[in-house]
């Protein structure tokens, strides 16, 4: 989808259709208040009071046909400015416009306000010139939104929409929504009892059910067995730390806002651990190491604890609790080019794996002018930069750099990846580290026998299972491969009377070899059943007849597919056992 924000035409007609909104609102509703009316990605939105009313779709159809109404009237937008006095007086029986004009800074300021007809709204601008050149938008939702985003205000009604400048552009973005809709992994994470979410549990924390452990569980054993080929070790640690932990990795001073607040425990003071690094510091740090040993590569799939505001949680896409596909490599100086170039091969092996095509590398640099997010060492900085930069120039990465985007110990390479709807996400990273070993003092012996510091490679492949298997369900539709589909096989007895015993027979012999199989022995038409199986995104529906049951053959059909094929007993297991063990 485009990007309205980052299209100046496009973000200044949303604008102007936000202040239509807002127009025709007060129209239906003369009592209305209005908060704030931004352009965002997807269109725009007003946050909106609308006192006891609670809009309902058909609302919106209604302030639909009014905005088209004032958009056939042309009333020119003009522009008009006042000083910070004037407006308090224009705007004094509106509280939200007073808060916004009360908190701007110098009392001889400037206001700008911009007036179509008879409706006027404080605004920066710019506009387009007039209501007439918004033909071409759309409501899409409305939801709740507190005011100033803080739970202990009042809920206002924030109403999205969008507007082009082209009706063809309008039916494309509107076809797209649609097959955002039909992609969105949280709705078909629940109709595929996928994971779930419970406000006792809390936002952010999803609760992932069998069909999603399953779904995990293969992608642990598919990346696990790659690292280990690779040499990693794998480790399990505590999902806490002490404060002091975080102090002295420097989490503490740079990270401290997106951490869950502390508690203390009898004399000691812990906090949910958001990233996994000081616990591998200290396991590197556990023995004395030769230059022999390195590279040593701990890995771990581990659950860390971040606070993301409540209103950017989103499924298993953006979460409070999430497992990290992480690993620590620790390398000498002159192993620094080989082991991120490994790391890079890792991720392209993975992305071809998972027929992941469009993608593209980030090389998120620190700001130099920022020494309050940023370790404050030059030379440090400057000899990681210049080392990712060689290693990705030679290995002829298409890449791009982005000032002001490294973590606070160093620089990284993200790979930013184009689902199939949406922006895009940061799926791998991998991050260059000559701080934390300092800070935790860790040491190897050189071949002179003299003590030196490691230099440290933070790095994730999938990233986070969570957002990992968010995309993964985006990129499907729900319809996984085999080898990770949570039900591969789903045995359906014509006529479970006559055809049960068969079926049980297929259903342990397939079992037995670690293929995951459901039986459906209800009592309904096979249709139905059929129908279902295919709701279900089950990958093969074997249908077991008088046939199958007299020859022992399967008669199977493909998920998406509306002919059958029949094939041995023998021949199934081994077509399913090939496909799974060679992950098609």
Same mark, same amino acid.
């Given at each position: ?5 980052e299209?100046?035409?496009l973000s ?14 007060k ?11 931004p ?7 007003y946050?909106?009071d ?10 919106l ?9 004032i958009?056939?009237?042309g ?5 008009s400015e006042?000083?910070?006095?004037e407006a ?12 916004l004009?009360?908190?701007m800074?110098e ?14 709204d404080?605004?920066r601008?710019?506009?387009?010139e007039?209501?007439k050149?918004l ?5 899409i ?9 803080d739970a ?7 109403i999205?929409?969008v507007?082009?400048d082209?009706e063809?552009?309008l039916?494309?973005y509107?076809?797209e929504?649609e ?25 952010g924390?999803p609760?992932?059910?069998?069909n999603?452990?399953?779904?995990r569980?293969?992608?642990e054993?598919?990346i696990?067995?790659?690292?280990q080929?690779m040499?990693?070790?794998?480790v ?5 730390g002490?404060?002091?932990?975080y102090?002295?990795?420097?989490h503490w001073?740079?990270?401290k806002e997106n951490?869950f ?11 949910l651990?958001?990233?996994?690094c ?31 505001a409540?209103?950017a949680?989103k499924?298993?896409?953006r979460v409070?609790c ?9 390398v000498?100086?002159?192993? #620094?080019?080989e082991e991120? *170039?490994k790391v890079?091969? /890792?991720? %392209?092996?993975?992305?071809k794996?998972?027929? &992941?095509k ?5 090389l998120?640099?620190r ?5 309050e997010?940023?370790f404050d ?8 930069e210049?080392?990712?930069r060689?290693?990705?120039n030679?290995?002829d990465c298409d890449y791009?750099?982005?000032?002001g985007?490294?973590a ?7 790979v ?12 791998s ?5 000559f701080?934390l ?7 190897y ?6 003590k ?12 986070t299972f969570?957002?990992f298997t968010?995309? #993964?369900?985006?990129?499907? *539709?729900?319809s996984f491969? /085999?080898w %990770?589909?949570p039900?591969?096989?789903?045995? &359906? ?5 006559l055809?049960l015993?068969?079926?049980n027979?297929i259903f ?5 070899n670690?293929?995951?199989?459901d039986?459906d ?13 295919q ?5 093969y ?14 008669s199977?059909?493909?998920?998406g ?8 007993k023998?021949e ?13």
């Amino acid at each position: 989808m485009i990007n309205i924000k980052e299209n100046e035409k496009l973000s200044i007609m949303n604008h102007s259709c936000a202040h239509l909104l807002a127009q025709a609102v007060k129209h239906l509703y003369p009592n209305a208040l209005f908060w704030v009316g931004p352009v965002i990605e997807e269109g725009f939105y007003y946050d909106i009071d609308l006192g006891d009313k609670t809009l309902t779709v058909e609302d919106l159809a209604i302030i639909e046909k009014e905005m088209k109404k004032i958009v056939k009237d042309g009333k020119r937008i003009v522009r008009s400015e006042l000083t910070k006095e004037e407006a308090l007086k224009k705007f004094k029986d509106d509280p939200y416009k007073i808060d916004l004009i009360s908190r701007m800074d110098e009392d001889d300021t400037i206001i700008s306000c911009y007036t179509q007809g008879d409706f006027t709204d404080l605004c920066r601008g710019p506009h387009v010139e007039s209501v007439k050149e918004l033909k071409y938008f759309k409501l899409i939702k409305f939801s709740g939104a507190y005011w100033k985003g803080d739970a202990n205000n009042k809920m206002l009604q924030r109403i999205y929409g969008v507007c082009f400048d082209k009706e063809e552009d309008l039916n494309i973005y509107l076809k797209e929504l649609e097959e955002a809709k039909e992609r969105d992994h949280r709705k078909i994470g629940k109709d595929l009892d996928i994971f779930m979410s419970h406000d006792l549990v809390g936002k952010g924390m999803p609760l992932w059910l069998p069909n999603g452990a399953i779904i995990r569980k293969q992608l642990e054993n598919y990346i696990y067995e790659k690292e280990q080929k690779m040499g990693y070790m794998h480790v399990y640690t505590p999902c806490v730390g002490t404060v002091d932990l975080y102090k002295t990795s420097g989490h503490w001073d740079h990270y401290k806002e997106n951490m869950f607040p502390s508690m203390k425990v009898d004399d000691e003071e812990f906090v949910l651990r958001p990233m996994n690094c000081p616990h591998h510091m200290l396991i590197y740090g556990n023995k004395l190491h030769s230059y022999r040993d390195l590279p040593i590569r701990i890995g771990e799939f581990a659950s860390d604890f971040r606070y993301e505001a409540s209103g950017a949680v989103k499924g298993l896409e953006r979460v409070r609790c999430m497992c990290q596909n992480d690993a620590h490599l620790f390398v000498r100086p002159d192993q #620094i080019g080989e082991e991120f *170039k490994k790391v890079v091969s /890792l991720i %392209l092996e993975v992305y071809k794996d998972f027929g &992941i095509k469009d993608y593209k590398f980030r090389l998120s640099l620190r700001d130099k002018e920022d020494k309050e997010k940023y370790f404050d060492d030059d030379e440090m900085w400057n000899i990681a930069e210049d080392k990712l930069r060689e290693v990705l120039n030679e290995l002829d990465c298409d890449y791009y750099e982005a000032i002001g985007e490294a973590a606070f110990y160093g620089p990284k390479l993200d790979v930013e990846v184009k689902p199939a709807v949406g922006p895009e996400v940061t799926l791998s990273t991998c991050q260059l580290d000559f701080l934390l070993p300092r800070r935790f003092e860790l040491t190897y012996i050189d071949s002179n026998g003299e003590k030196k510091v490691p230099v440290v490679l933070h790095r994730a492949i999938f990233g986070t299972f969570d957002r990992f298997t968010a995309f #993964i369900i985006e990129e499907t *539709k729900g319809s996984f491969p /085999l080898w %990770l589909a949570p039900t591969q096989i789903n045995i &359906i007895p014509v006529n479970p009377e006559l055809h049960l015993d068969y079926a049980n027979q297929i259903f342990e012999e397939l079992k037995n070899n670690n293929i995951r199989v459901d039986l459906d022995e209800r009592n309904e038409k096979l249709g139905y059943r059929m129908r279902e199986s295919q709701t279900r995104k089950i990958p093969y529906s074997l249908i077991l007849g008088d046939r199958e049951q007299e020859e022992g053959t399967i008669s199977y059909r493909k998920h998406g597919e509306q002919g059958t094929t029949t094939v041995t007993k023998d021949e199934f297991i081994q077509l399913i056992q090939e496909q799974i063990r060679n992950r098609n």
